[in-house]
């Protein structure tokens, strides 16, 4: 788990939930820039997920917690980013892999009658090294 004290969203939601998931994947970025990751190679990729809102549905959920690991462990895990359908054109680099899970996991908040938001993806590729996405306000419901 990524324990440690994660950038805030700023926000006024009521409620704010967090969820720290972690999957195993290889990856890599046939860039010139790249240096060694033009190599294929595997993480540990650590996420932080923040979702707010301030309605609870029947339950009294913002959204499941398992939900959201469903969602993404179940897409990455011992897998190739590469060979996912979203980075065909692109390269799955920490900032583009965020930015990705944001997009999935608020297409469907998008189907919830309570309309939670994502606010934040956090991505740990490395101990040394991760990206904070948030969403413009836009791109919000
Ligand atoms: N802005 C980005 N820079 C780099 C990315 C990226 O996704 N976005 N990715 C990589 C590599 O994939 C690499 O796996 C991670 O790089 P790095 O943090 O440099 O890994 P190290 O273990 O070598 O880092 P230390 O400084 O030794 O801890 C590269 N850059
Ligand atoms: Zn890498």
């Known amino acids: 788990m990524m324990q440690q004290f994660y950038p805030t969203a700023t926000h006024n939601f009521q409620f704010e939930l967090n969820k720290d998931l972690h999957f195993s994947a290889a990856h890599f970025i046939p860039s010139e820039d790249a240096g060694k990751c033009r190599m294929m190679h595997g ?38 980013l590469n060979d996912h359908a979203e980075f065909a054109t692109k390269f799955p680099t920490t900032e583009l892999l965020a930015q990705q899970v944001w997009q999935s996991i608020q297409h469907v908040l ?31 419901s």
Do not use: M, W
């Open 110 to 140: 998008k189907t919830k009658s309570n309309r939670p938001d994502c606010l934040q993806v956090i991505v740990r590729e490395t101990p040394t090294s991760y990206v904070v996405y948030r969403p413009r306000k836009e791109d919000l």
């Open 43 to 80: 993480h540990t990729y650590h996420l932080n997920i923040t979702i707010a809102g301030n309605e609870l549905d029947a339950t009294g959920f913002l959204i499941d917690f398992k939900l959201l690991k469903e969602l993404i462990h179940k897409k990455y895990d011992h897998s190739v």
